[in-house]
């Protein structure tokens, strides 16, 4: 068994965790964790209400009277609880349906006290959060902690040796692993029931609900990595149950009718359980590093990437580009999603452009692009961007989570449930998500000490990686939000695959989140500390376009074909064309996105260019529709006045 890597790199928020939320209590194995323990009790006390499911009304009264949180950012922890744990994305659907018709914020709030998700689901959730945590003590302790400023080999992608650590541990595999194994009896606590609902035991014990709820954290296999399955499901496997502490006690209660019911109670006995576990418990097979060096290379950039901009010879990719596939190695019964892998590395100066079987909810990790053209037109579980300048990135539909890390001057365009925004810069961001986008605010967002540039007086993200200098978080400074800006062939099919509803979009509405938010609620007019820059803005209509994806990109229907080490690309232009059934590609330069309000395509021929009038599938905001018509009116008269 291995910990989920989804739960911990897309779930868990890369702040200090809430300071409320590691108080410290006398619990029968710790010291700590006393209000999550608190929200188990409290939950319990609620009835239907609270357990086995627990309300957002339950949750709410608890963070906001006990955590002293805004609603906002309760409701953001409860719902990011709930897409992360929920495995039927319809569900998610119509509960932003029905937000997004709410008339008022009373009834929106009458909706949200509607939601629920499993009580221990949410407390390992809340759990999770605490990897963050930075504890002098415990890291003096600890023999397998490194000192701060040391480099590790799992610090990052790149397997060079100049890359330090990073600054959260919720980012590497194997301190998931380290965190799983040295807090696992602590963990198996928080879900364990109180003394009071045990009768005659000795121990505390897990009942069946909590040891499901265990799938939330960690997966694993019985057959050789012949298939992944959850933890509930290998723990019930008769070969395993026996090792596990596992009882069953039957016993006749009257009911109302005076008449005997067999009852019968199955629980766990928390030592042995955890002594199984433990023993059993490996590092993430799956992770970025393995993709890299056991995965399948993958030959996706297209020659037309291959003129850098200063007009000097052909750019030929380097031995450190890297894009690379686990999905040969992923079992036919992958259980829970997120183990499929497609990492694209230190690419720069370059075109990808793809839409294919491969890439269908797999994780994608695109790390430091420079100045790319990367467009990845297929439905998606989760996508991460680290650490990429100057690059436009173009993603199809995402189920889960949009990730940015550290990314300066690029524009990306995609449609995800949830955006997260860490430690980036001078970014723009034309999306669609039935969620607010988060931007994390760390205590110490912006620090001095940049040099040279066109942003003196912030450094750059990398700059704050460097072996020489301390680490130290950095803020997001100058994001710029839009409404989705460009569409193709196959959006639709796509947003309806990831369960993505096209008329619910709360692209304008980002939550910073960080210390202040736990005081009040930030605004795009916060500037950051040093540089006085605002953290985030709303882009102008006047300054909104439609972005036509240029060029020719192979469907969905066309078989991968491996490509041996020495294979070379044929010349961009019509060559790539011949050489490709003509049915299994998407000319996209033709489908240009210059009409909002058409309700069809309509063919158009001007001089020697024919273009396809496509409407956008997703709805603009009234303001921008009505600029693209007026910049389109006028650009009719301008014809008009140049053939007279």
Not at 23 to 34: A, C, E, I, M, Y
Not at 35 to 60: E, T
Not at 314 to 339: D, E, F, S, V, Y
């Amino acid at each position: 068994m291995w910990p989920r890597a989804e739960l911990f790199i897309y779930g868990v928020f890369q702040i200090q965790p809430l300071p409320r939320l590691a108080s410290h209590v006398r619990l029968l194995f710790s010291d700590k964790f006393k209000n999550i323990k608190k929200l188990v009790y409290y939950a319990k006390s609620k009835g239907r209400l609270g357990y086995p499911n627990i309300s957002y009304s339950v949750w709410k009264h608890v963070a906001c009277n006990k955590l002293q949180l805004p609603e906002s950012v309760a409701w953001l922890y409860f719902q990011t609880c709930l897409i992360l744990s929920t495995s039927n994305s319809s569900s998610l659907r119509e509960l932003e349906l029905t937000l997004a018709k709410a008339k008022d914020d009373s009834e929106s709030e009458k909706i949200r006290h509607g939601a629920s998700v499993e009580l221990f689901v949410l407390v390992l959730f809340l759990y999770a959060q605490l990897i963050n945590k930075l504890s002098l003590r415990s890291s003096v302790a600890s023999t397998s902690a490194e000192w701060p400023d040391s480099p590790s080999r799992f610090s990052d992608i790149s397997t060079d040796q100049s890359t330090p650590i990073r600054p959260f541990r919720n980012t590497s595999e194997q301190h998931h692993f380290q965190f799983i194994y040295e807090n696992l009896l602590e963990l198996l606590d928080l879900i364990s029931e109180p003394e009071e609902f045990v009768l005659g035991s000795k121990e505390h014990l897990l009942s069946v609900d909590a040891v499901e709820a265990l799938s939330f954290v960690l997966e694993g296999t019985v057959d050789q990595m012949n298939s992944i399955r959850p933890v509930k499901d290998i723990i019930f496997d008769p070969n395993v149950l026996p090792k596990t502490g596992y009882s069953s006690v039957s016993y006749f209660e009257l009911n109302h009718h005076k008449s005997a019911i067999c009852l019968s109670t199955r629980t766990f006995g928390i030592r042995c359980l955890h002594s199984w576990i433990r023993s059993c418990l490996i590092q993430n097979p799956f992770t970025v590093e393995t993709c890299i060096l056991r995965g399948t290379r993958l030959q996706w950039t297209l020659p037309g990437g291959r003129e850098n901009f200063s007009g000097s010879a052909p750019h030929t990719p380097t031995k450190r580009q890297r894009i690379a596939t686990n999905a040969a190695h992923i079992p036919p019964t992958t259980g829970l999603r997120g183990n499929k892998l497609i990492v694209i590395a230190s690419v720069s100066r370059q075109i990808i452009a793809r839409t294919s079987r491969i890439l269908r909810h797999a994780t994608v990790k695109i790390h430091r692009a420079n100045s790319a053209f990367i467009y990845l037109l297929s439905p998606l579980r989760s996508v991460t961007l680290d650490r990429c300048r100057g690059s436009t990135i173009v993603l199809g539909p995402i189920e889960s989570t949009l990730f940015i890390s550290g990314c300066e001057g690029c524009l990306v365009i995609s449609a995800a449930r949830r955006v997260v925004l860490a430690a980036s810069r001078c970014c723009t961001l034309n999306i669609a998500t039935p969620t607010r986008p988060v931007l994390l605010q760390p205590a110490f967002g912006a620090c001095g000490g940049g040099s040279g540039g066109a942003y003196p007086a912030c450094p750059s993200p990398s700059s704050l990686f460097s072996r020489s200098s301390p680490i130290v978080p950095l803020g997001n400074e100058e994001i710029m939000f839009g409404p989705y800006n460009t569409t193709y062939p196959e959006l639709a099919k796509h947003l309806d695959r990831v369960c993505l509803a096209p008329s619910v979009n709360l692209w304008d509405q980002p939550l910073i989140l960080g210390p202040e938010s736990t005081r009040s609620e930030c605004t795009r007019f916060n500037k950051t500390p040093v540089s006085g820059n605002c953290v985030w803005d709303i882009l102008p209509p006047q300054d909104f376009y439609p972005f036509n994806i240029p060029m020719v990109v192979t469907s969905e229907d066309q078989r991968e074909q491996p490509q041996p080490e020495g294979h070379c690309t044929p010349p961009h232009g019509r060559t790539l064309g011949k050489q490709l059934p003509i049915e299994s590609l998407h000319d996209l330069s033709r489908a240009l996105v210059t009409c909002p309000n058409s309700p069809r395509r309509s063919a158009h021929v001007g001089g020697d260019l024919t273009t396809v009038k496509q409407p956008f599938f997703l709805p603009l905001p009234k303001s921008y529709s009505d600029a693209i018509s007026n910049r389109a009116q006028l650009y009719a008269q301008w014809r008009q006045l140049v053939k007279v």
